[in-house]
T-cell receptor, first 115, second 112 residues
Framework: DSGVTQTPKHLITATGQRVTLRCSPRSGDLSVYWYQQSLDQGLQFLIQYYNGEERAKGNILERFSAQQFPDLHSELNLSSLELGDSALYFC??????????????FGPGTRLTVT | GQNIDQPTEMTATEGAIVQINCTYQTSGFNGLFWYQQHAGEAPTFLSYNVLDGLEEKGRFSSFLSRSKGYSYLLLKELQMKDSASYLCAVRDNGGATNKLIFGTGTLLAVQP
């Protein structure tokens, strides 16, 4: 158990819908990262927040957005869903001062299926 | 650009040694990580290299050559439970973001 929690574990929804994925980082970690893992693409970095502020952005679609709240939990919002958005979505957190050997700790993931 | 290459699949025998290679070309470099991922589960941290050389941790070792853009993960005394995907990841853009760029992973099958 990494200490990172994600809800829900599974989500099935239809094309065109909107969903929200939730992540709580490990106690004391200020950085939260979101990744998408599709069968054919491996883990793709989406976005990072540090202490409530956006810190880095990857190839995140405009239909996707995220935020980190004052209690440090984060939400990833996916809208106008398409079949190709079906994937595992992981959240990870890292310690207060990124750098050095500080690895990222991954949550169990949310499996999104768009039908 | 960002490019991280690993073999797609490897097979090895229980009790043997296997080496999984990773080559990278990234716009910045501030450390290389290896993660293990069982199917449908979260990646778990195995090792970290930022300087050239070998880092050893029990049955797992990882090597880095920054001049060659090359790393490998060495697994000794293979066990059936080592059957998993092994992900090579480069931390790009310095410590300010800690953003990881992942390779597509190497699926290792350990056979009896």
């Amino acid at each position: 158990d990494s200490g990172v929690t994600q809800t829900p574990k599974h989500l099935i929804t239809a094309t065109g819908q909107r969903v929200t994925l939730r992540c709580s980082p490990r106690s004391g970690d200020l950085s939260v990262y979101w990744y998408q893992q599709s069968l054919d693409q491996g883990l793709q970095f989406l976005i990072q927040y540090y202490n409530g502020e956006e810190r880095a952005k990857g190839n995140i679609l405009e239909r996707f957005s995220a935020q980190q709240f004052p209690d440090l939990h984060s939400e990833l919002n996916l809208s106008s869903l398409e079949l190709g958005d079906s994937a595992l979505y992981f959240c990870a957190s890292s310690p207060k001062y990124p750098g050095g050997s500080s690895e990222q700790y991954f949550g169990p993931g949310t499996r999104l299926t768009v039908t | 650009g960002q490019n991280i290459d690993q073999p797609t699949e490897m097979t090895a025998t229980e009790g043997a040694i296997v080496q999984i290679n990773c080559t990278y070309q990234t716009s910045g470099f501030n450390g290389l990580f290896w993660y293990q991922q069982h199917a449908g589960e979260a990646p778990t941290f195995l090792s970290y290299n930022v300087l050239d050389g070998l880092e050893e941790k029990g049955r797992f070792s990882s090597f880095l050559s920054r001049s060659k853009g090359y790393s490998y993960l060495l697994l000794k005394e293979l066990q059936m439970k080592d059957s998993a995907s092994y992900l090579c990841a480069v931390r790009d853009n310095g410590g300010a973001t800690n953003k990881l760029i992942f390779g597509t992973g190497t699926l290792l099958a350990v056979q009896p």
